[in-house]
């Protein structure tokens, strides 16, 4: 059987001789994880408070010691982190999607042919995409049937390569992913699964309510609702991603299952944290809305309105009108 569990980063390791594979690979990973950052810059360059979110994401992943090490370790972990980023940038920013639904197909498609298993983590994401193409598409129906073709497409060398796996090496998945769901009992796998994840709390607290927050943070922010929908769907995925972990018994390797969700749950309290809606306070003589202590919030809008552009250039913003909210 087929070893190979990311066939995308043992074709990009292929590029360099033998002699230099070490520090191919490893200057790979750096080169792949400069790219999730710029993913990361250009999401949080459309936000209210860029700075408050690029710190936070930083923050929150670049201290793990976890991420640290498989982000520079020469394996796959960091061409995850830049394919999640460039999913995630996309659909939080509604503006986005639209003009570059081939950028999203194609980097699904790289985080699948890089790990598989990672189709759980992304799949909120696609479905709000198709769901979003289907809303603002003008065929409607037709819009969303036109965004499936470009996310089949993107596909495409994934299928190539479980085709010639399963003609070569008689398999289309690699050994481990047959010995992880066949090699032991459904709570055999839970019970490792759970020891996989107290282990990571235990050793990386920090980051372990990182991903505990990003879980339910999307429901207590005031962010607006294609943004909130958004945010959801990426801790949603966060969340699947955890429950395939548990089911297939974690990993004997502290922390590399888990460094996907950690990078998408610091990148999501990121957003929110620039995105969200502040509160300011009632200047003299303001009528205080009914449902605030002494403040209102701010307009709101999204990044995409031409007028809140134009007053974030000028440097102010205007109020939301008394009792409109």
């Not at 999203?104 to 890089?114: H, I, T, V, Y």
């Not at 049937?145 to 190539?160: D, K």
């Not at 939301?320 to 909210?325: D, H, N």
Request: with cysteine.
């Amino acid at each position: 059987m087929q070893g190979f569990t990311h066939p995308l980063w043992m074709l990009l390791l292929l590029a360099a001789p033998p002699e230099w594979a070490v520090v191919h690979s490893i200057n790979l990973g750096l080169l792949c994880t400069a790219g999730a950052i710029v993913a990361a810059m250009w999401l949080f360059s459309a936000c209210e408070r860029p700075l408050l979110g690029m710190s936070t994401f930083c923050l929150g992943f670049f201290s793990s010691r976890s991420a640290l090490e498989w982000s520079t370790s020469g394996l796959e972990n960091s061409l995850s982190h830049a394919s999640i980023a460039l999913l995630i940038a996309l659909v939080l920013r509604p503006d986005a999607l639209p003009r570059r639904q081939w950028w999203f197909a194609l980097a699904f498609g790289a985080l699948l042919l890089n790990r598989v298993d990672q189709l759980l983590l992304a799949l909120p994401l696609v479905g709000l995409a198709a769901w979003r193409a289907l809303r603002t598409s003008p065929g409607g129906l037709r819009g969303t049937v036109a965004f499936c073709r470009i996310i089949a497409i993107g596909m495409l060398p994934l299928i190539a390569w479980l085709a010639f796996a399963a003609f070569y090496y008689g398999f289309p998945l690699p050994n481990t992913s047959y010995a992880k769901l066949g090699g032991a009992t459904r709570a055999d796998a839970l019970l490792a699964g759970l020891l996989y994840l107290r282990d990571f709390a235990r050793y990386e607290p920090f980051h372990a309510g990182v991903i505990a927050i990003a879980l339910f943070i999307p429901w207590i922010a005031r962010l607006d609702p294609p943004r909130r929908a958004a945010a959801a769907c990426v801790a949603l995925g966060i969340l699947l991603q955890l429950g395939y972990v548990l089911g297939v018994g974690g990993d004997y390797m502290r922390g590399r299952f888990l460094t996907s969700s950690l990078f998408a749950s610091a990148l999501l309290i990121g957003f929110v944290l620039a995105a969200a809606r502040s509160r300011v306070p009632i200047g003299a003589g303001g009528r205080a809305d009914s449902g605030s202590a002494g403040a209102v919030p701010m307009d709101g809008r999204s990044d995409t309105d031409d007028g809140t552009l134009h007053a974030r250039a000028a440097g102010w913003r205007r109020l939301a009108p008394m009792g409109a909210r």
